[in-house]
């Protein structure tokens, strides 16, 4: 079992920025690879940014591209979310997942463990 808890996020301009962590007990996050997805009202759950149980391989959904970076550090079992040029389009629940199994990153169901989100909102 591992247990997320998000945090980081608030109230923020456009153009502005927020730092989102995801802090892990239980198993260590090392385990895993490990992903960000985000909910906006009256849309489905939609992934943004991933990265490899190595932290080697990183991946974004295209519109975050160039302005959100993911990073971890596995002594610390703490995941990050660095959101820069933010838009009001970003606003949204952000919910830190861990994925123990293969497959694609971008897929929310291959993901194991999810924790209860932190709100992000961008006003214009």
């Known amino acids: 079992q591992v247990q997320l808890v998000e945090s980081g996020g608030g109230l923020v301009q456009a153009g502005g920025s927020l730092r989102l962590s995801c802090a892990a007990s239980?198993?260590?996050?090392?385990?895993?690879?490990m992903g960000w997805f985000r909910q906006a009202p009256g849309k489905d759950r939609e992934f943004v940014a991933a990265?490899?149980?190595?932290?080697?391989?990183?991946h974004y959904f295209g519109s975050v591209k160039g302005r959100f970076t993911i990073s971890r550090d596995d002594a610390s079992n703490m995941v990050y979310l660095q959101m820069n040029s933010l838009k009001p389009e970003d606003t949204a629940v952000y919910y830190c997942?861990?994925?123990?199994?293969?497959?694609?990153?971008?897929?929310?169901?291959?993901?194991?463990?999810w924790g209860q989100g932190t709100q992000v909102t961008v006003s214009s």
């Open positions: 990265i490899s149980r190595s932290g080697g391989n990183t």
């Open positions: 239980g198993r260590t996050v090392s385990n895993y690879a």
């Open positions: 997942a861990a994925k123990g199994g293969t497959g694609s990153y971008t897929i929310s169901a291959g993901y194991d463990y």
